[in-house]
């Protein structure tokens, strides 16, 4: 199976940054893409930005955020920057394999899925 780990959560400044990372372990080779999902109580789990063939970012993140992949590491990074309250929320790492880039925005389509890392932004 495959295992992933979030990192780099935490209480950060409206306005300010962090650099969320994930660590894929275990059958790291059945990878072929992973993505980042976010959600807050009584919410539905939200897409927020993908890296597979190509590269994706939700429309609330456009702009001000980057996901980059080091295969080699088998990680996978969230830049944000200029946070809002909005962006607070418990950030997955989730990874999937064999489907190209197909249905990316559907936490369902994603087989692995780290544990999460909180998120608060202050105001």
């Known amino acids: 199976q495959v295992q992933l780990e979030e990192s780099g959560g935490g209480l950060v400044q409206a306005g300010g940054s962090l650099r969320l990372s994930c660590v894929a372990s275990?059958?790291?080779?059945?990878?072929?893409?992973m993505a980042w999902f976010r959600q807050v109580p009584g919410k539905e789990r939200e897409f927020v930005s993908y890296?597979?063939?190509?590269?994706y970012y939700a429309d609330a993140v456009k702009g001000r955020s980057t996901i980059t992949r080091d295969n080699a590491k088998n990680m996978v990074v969230l830049q944000l920057n200029n946070l809002k309250p909005d962006d607070s929320a418990v950030y997955y790492c989730?990874?999937?394999?064999?489907?190209?880039?197909?249905?990316?925005?559907?936490?369902?389509?994603?087989?692995?899925w780290g544990q999460g890392t909180q998120v608060i932004v202050s105001s």
């Open positions: 890296r597979g063939i190509s590269t």
């Open positions: 989730a990874a999937r394999g064999g489907m190209d880039d197909y249905r990316f925005r559907e936490p369902a389509s994603y087989v692995y």
């Open positions: 275990g059958r790291t080779h059945v990878i072929s893409s």
